[in-house]
C-alpha cells in the first residue's frame, strides 16, 4: 500500500449509500482520489447499501479475487407481492394474500442452504444473446435466463412478523439475494421480495472498515486517505507467498522466468520482495513466470 506521489495503491471500503449505483461511486472515488484505474469488487444494486470494496491504482489487478469471496448479506423480504425487479422498486406483478408465520419460515430456511440451483432475476447485468438482461426486461422482453448452480453457507433469521422478515446470509460468488427472496415467497405459498438490502462484509472487507464517500473526501483533503486504504495484497490473502531475491525481483518486474530451488507450492503465487508484492505469478515445479506485473 502506498500513496506516494498522490498516486494510491489499495483498496477502500465504501459503505455504498442508497439510490447510487455502483458504477457511480467507483466514478466519485475516482474524481474524490484522482486515482485512475479504479474498480470495485461486485456490484451492489442502486437500492441497497453497504461494503463495496474499492480498488485504487495496481490494486485493480486483484479484483478478479476479491469477486470470489465469501459475501454477506442483511436483508428484509416483505410477503404478499412478487415484483418485477424482486425487489421493492419493481413492478407489482403478482399478489397474494397468504402470509406465512416466523415459525414457518425457520422451518424452510434450511432448504435453501448449501449448492443450490437458482435462477437469475430478469432484471440482472447478465448478457443473454449480447444483450444485458435488464435492457432486454426494461425494453418489455422476457430474457432466457437459464438456472445457475450458486452456494449458501448459511442463512439466518433475525426477526419477523406475518408482513416481513429480517434474515442474514452468507452465500458465494453469482448468488442473487432478489431470486431468494422470490424463491422463498414462492416455497412458503406465498410471493416475497426485497424490501431492504444490506451487504455486511465482502471477505476481509467489513462493515466496521467502510467509511461513507462524505468522509473519503474529508480524508482525501486532509491527506490522511493512507489511514484508510488497505494494502494491495488484502485481495490476495489465500494465495500462497513468494519471498524473492533483489535478482530474482527485477527479473519478474521484466516479465522474466526464474527458478526457485524448494518451491513452496505449485500454482498461482504472490512474488513479494522486502514485504512488497511485485506480481502475480505462476509457480510450476520450481519455474515461476509473472502473470499481472505490479508496477508499485
Given at each position: 500500500?502506498?500513496?506516494?506521489?498522490?498516486?494510491p495503491?489499495?483498496?477502500?471500503?465504501?459503505?455504498?449509500?442508497?439510490?447510487?449505483?455502483?458504477?457511480?461511486?467507483?466514478?466519485?472515488?475516482?474524481r474524490?482520489?484522482?486515482?485512475?484505474?479504479?474498480?470495485?469488487?461486485?456490484?451492489l444494486?442502486?437500492?441497497?447499501?453497504?461494503?463495496?470494496?474499492?480498488?485504487?491504482?495496481?490494486?485493480?489487478?486483484?479484483?478478479?479475487?476479491?469477486?470470489?469471496?465469501?459475501?454477506?448479506?442483511?436483508?428484509?423480504?416483505?410477503?404478499?407481492?412478487?415484483?418485477s425487479?424482486?425487489?421493492?422498486?419493481?413492478?407489482?406483478?403478482?399478489?397474494?394474500?397468504?402470509?406465512?408465520?416466523?415459525?414457518?419460515?425457520?422451518?424452510?430456511?434450511?432448504?435453501?442452504?448449501?449448492?443450490?440451483?437458482?435462477?437469475?432475476?430478469?432484471?440482472?447485468?447478465?448478457k443473454?444473446?449480447?444483450?444485458?438482461?435488464?435492457a432486454?426486461?426494461?425494453?418489455?422482453?422476457?430474457?432466457?435466463?437459464?438456472?445457475?448452480?450458486?452456494?449458501?453457507?448459511?442463512?439466518?433469521?433475525?426477526?419477523?412478523?406475518?408482513?416481513?422478515?429480517?434474515?442474514?446470509?452468507?452465500?458465494?460468488?453469482?448468488?442473487?439475494?432478489?431470486?431468494?427472496?422470490?424463491?422463498?415467497?414462492?416455497?412458503?405459498?406465498?410471493?416475497?421480495?426485497?424490501?431492504?438490502?444490506?451487504?455486511?462484509?465482502?471477505?476481509?472487507?467489513?462493515?466496521?472498515?467502510?467509511?461513507?464517500?462524505?468522509?473519503?473526501?474529508?480524508?482525501?483533503?486532509?491527506?490522511?486517505?493512507?489511514?484508510?486504504?488497505?494494502?494491495?495484497?488484502?485481495?490476495?490473502?489465500?494465495?500462497?507467498?513468494?519471498?524473492?531475491?533483489?535478482?530474482?525481483?527485477?527479473?519478474?518486474?521484466?516479465?522474466?522466468?526464474?527458478?526457485?530451488?524448494?518451491?513452496?507450492?505449485?500454482?498461482?503465487v504472490?512474488?513479494?520482495?522486502?514485504?512488497?508484492?511485485?506480481?502475480l505469478?505462476?509457480?510450476?515445479?520450481?519455474?515461476?513466470?509473472?502473470?499481472r506485473?505490479?508496477?508499485?
Amino acid at each position: 500500500m502506498n500513496v506516494e506521489g498522490h498516486r494510491p495503491h489499495g483498496w477502500l471500503v465504501i459503505d455504498k449509500p442508497e439510490g447510487m449505483t455502483s458504477s457511480s461511486v467507483v466514478g466519485r472515488v475516482r474524481r474524490l482520489t484522482g486515482t485512475r484505474p479504479v474498480g470495485h469488487a461486485g456490484t451492489l444494486d442502486p437500492l441497497a447499501t453497504g461494503v463495496l470494496p474499492v480498488a485504487l491504482g495496481e490494486a485493480t489487478k486483484t479484483t478478479s479475487f476479491a469477486m470470489t469471496f465469501t459475501k454477506s448479506y442483511r436483508v428484509t423480504v416483505a410477503w404478499g407481492e412478487e415484483r418485477s425487479t424482486d425487489d421493492r422498486e419493481g413492478d407489482v406483478v403478482a399478489a397474494s394474500g397468504r402470509r406465512p408465520t416466523v415459525e414457518e419460515v425457520s422451518a424452510a430456511l434450511p432448504h435453501f442452504i448449501g449448492t443450490l440451483s437458482q435462477r437469475p432475476p430478469a432484471f440482472s447485468a447478465i448478457k443473454v444473446s449480447g444483450r444485458r438482461a435488464y435492457a432486454i426486461a426494461r425494453s418489455g422482453g422476457t430474457p432466457e435466463l437459464a438456472d445457475r448452480t450458486v452456494v449458501v453457507y448459511d442463512l439466518r433469521l433475525v426477526s419477523g412478523d406475518r408482513n416481513a422478515v429480517s434474515l442474514e446470509v452468507d452465500c458465494g460468488k453469482g448468488f442473487y439475494v432478489r431470486a431468494l427472496a422470490r424463491d422463498l415467497g414462492r416455497s412458503l405459498g406465498t410471493l416475497g421480495y426485497v424490501q431492504r438490502l444490506r451487504r455486511t462484509r465482502v471477505g476481509p472487507f467489513t462493515e466496521s472498515a467502510a467509511i461513507s464517500l462524505d468522509s473519503l473526501g474529508d480524508l482525501v483533503h486532509s491527506a490522511r486517505l493512507i489511514e484508510v486504504l488497505q494494502p494491495l495484497l488484502t485481495a490476495l490473502d489465500d494465495i500462497p507467498a513468494l519471498a524473492v531475491s533483489d535478482l530474482d525481483a527485477t527479473k519478474i518486474r521484466h516479465g522474466q522466468r526464474i527458478m526457485v530451488s524448494s518451491p513452496a507450492v505449485d500454482g498461482l503465487v504472490v512474488v513479494v520482495h522486502d514485504g512488497r508484492p511485485v506480481a502475480l505469478a505462476r509457480s510450476d515445479h520450481g519455474s515461476v513466470a509473472p502473470v499481472r506485473v505490479f508496477n508499485l
